[in-house]
């Protein structure tokens, strides 16, 4: 790409939409069969010599009405989403709008921009549960994981392997119903149906951005084209939203003091957790494990000689002032996050003219146009990353300048150095994200010297099974 440097005229955004209907279709097919998410969005930057260009986003015809945006495909352009003084972020989804029947027929603050009178509201009740159970935290996740990992040896001491992700979906779900609301799923009605109730309704909010990997016949029609209809989940969100009315009951307390409704902070609550803790979880913490496996023994060696080292300091307690010591381990997260966000798409209209700018131009945007960022490709920038951008690198923020990166962390809709607030779209969990990714560490590496397992792709991201583990040899148990 030429430089601009020295010039800042504006130029008009590159790029095709294709004809009508035509075009956004033979997109879609390139973007999950012919050429893949990545390699779509990198092909239209090589086409163009723009990090900046116009396509069509999925899911496109008939589901969406318009799928033309403006893609962002760069670290420097790729923030204007997050500048609520130029873009609107009432478009959580983007090009296509979720049926609120999903939602019981309320609109939830995740498709609310910060100007809606509801917005202010829903987020102060998500971070004021967030801060009020910080303490159980802790205590809830060994208490779940500790049996997760149980579980895991005893499955390899009868000479068979671990299924990760199986595991996990159903400890996370509790885990995460006992840190936010003291109770955990599975003793209450729900029962262990639960996880499986959970990843029903999901799957139907996310169904026209996924891919299951059958032909290409069967799943156009059947994900790509329209709408699975919600009353096919109505049994299990009516069961979902039943555990969340009672167990959260003294979260609706809070939800009435701040003027929501009961039922309307509910349902906000069961799509918060569900879709981003609970979702975001069934991504984050497999994705983990495949980095450090991969990464090999001498990142194990030093996560071992940090995390211990910390814990002993503390008294062999697992406190908030040693996890804060431990600066190798929480890189290992955010590099964890960088590499594969567990949201990848990020949308803002356009308020007013805009000029943006990338590495190498500035850009004219019309008011009223659909702003895109596809996050791998704005945190896996070479011109910011360097030549290891693509790479897993554990300790990439450790150290003065690895903490100057943390700017170009995108994954919580907002930079890492910044926070969450009721005024912002930043995603009211960012700091609890980065602490269970952290307390999956300590937890396993207080218990393991090391550990080998293999990999594959399934829906929400990677697989993880586990084929080995060597039992720690020095160091603090976990308290």
Not at 193 to 214: C, E, N, Q, R
Not at 344 to 371: C, M, N, P, W
Not at 401 to 410: A, D, I, S, T
Not at 427 to 437: E, H, I, S, W
Request: contains cysteine.
């Amino acid at each position: 790409m030429a430089s601009s440097e020295g010039s800042s005229a504006p130029r008009p955004v590159p790029g095709s939409y294709g004809l009508p209907v035509i075009g956004a279709v033979r997109d879609r097919l390139d973007f999950y069969y012919f050429q893949g998410q990545d390699k779509y969005f990198e092909s239209r930057v090589d086409r163009y010599g723009s990090t900046v260009v116009r396509v069509n986003v999925p899911p496109g015809p008939f589901m969406a009405r318009d799928p033309r945006v403006v893609a962002l495909l760069d670290a420097k352009s790729f923030p204007v989403l997050f500048d609520l003084s130029k873009v609107e972020k009432n478009v959580l989804t983007g090009t296509f709008t979720k049926p609120t029947s999903l939602t019981g027929g309320y609109r939830v603050c995740a498709y609310l921009d910060p100007s809606h009178p509801t917005h202010g509201k829903v987020k102060q009740l998500l971070l004021s549960i967030l801060l009020s159970r910080k303490d159980a935290v802790v205590p809830a996740f060994f208490s779940n994981f500790s049996k997760l990992l149980d579980t895991v040896e005893s499955q390899l001491a009868q000479g068979g392997k671990a299924d990760f992700n199986k595991l996990n979906d159903a400890t996370s779900f509790d885990f995460i119903g006992e840190s936010y609301f003291g109770v955990r799923p599975s003793a209450t009605d729900l029962g262990k149906d639960g996880p499986t109730k959970a990843a029903k309704w999901l799957f139907w909010t996310i169904h026209p951005l996924v891919s299951l990997g059958i032909p290409m016949i069967i799943q156009e029609p059947l994900l790509h084209t329209f709408h699975l209809p919600p009353f096919l989940v109505k049994g299990e969100y009516k069961a979902l939203y039943k555990y969340f009315f009672t167990a959260a009951s003294q979260a609706l307390d809070t939800a009435e003091t701040l003027g929501l409704s009961r039922e309307e902070a509910c349902h906000n609550l069961l799509f918060a957790t569900i879709l981003n803790s609970y979702g975001g979880l069934k991504v984050l913490f497999p994705g983990i494990l495949a980095n450090v496996a991969n990464a090999g023994q001498k990142l194990h060696e030093n996560l071992v000689a940090e995390i211990r080292g910390a814990v002993a300091e503390a008294g062999g307690k697992v406190t908030f002032a040693a996890l804060e010591k431990m600066e190798l381990t929480k890189s290992v997260v955010l590099e964890s996050l960088r590499l594969d966000p567990p949201v990848k798409f990020q949308y803002g209209r356009a308020k007013t003219d805009l000029q943006i700018e990338s590495h190498d131009a500035v850009f004219q945007v019309k008011k009223g146009e659909l702003l895109f960022g596809y996050q791998p490709c704005a945190t896996k920038d070479a011109r910011v990353f360097g030549p290891t951008a693509r790479e897993f690198v554990g300790d990439r923020f450790v150290g003065e300048e690895g903490r100057n990166l943390l700017k170009y962390v995108y994954w919580s809709n907002g930079r890492e150095t910044e926070d969450p607030s009721p005024d912002n779209k930043q995603c009211p969990g960012k700091d609890f994200v980065v602490l269970v990714g952290r307390l999956l560490l300590v937890e396993l590496f207080l218990r393991y010297d090391t550990f080998t397992a293999e990999f594959s792709k399934e829906l929400l991201g990677i697989k993880v099974v586990f084929t080995g583990v060597t039992k720690a040899t020095t160091g603090p148990a976990t308290e």
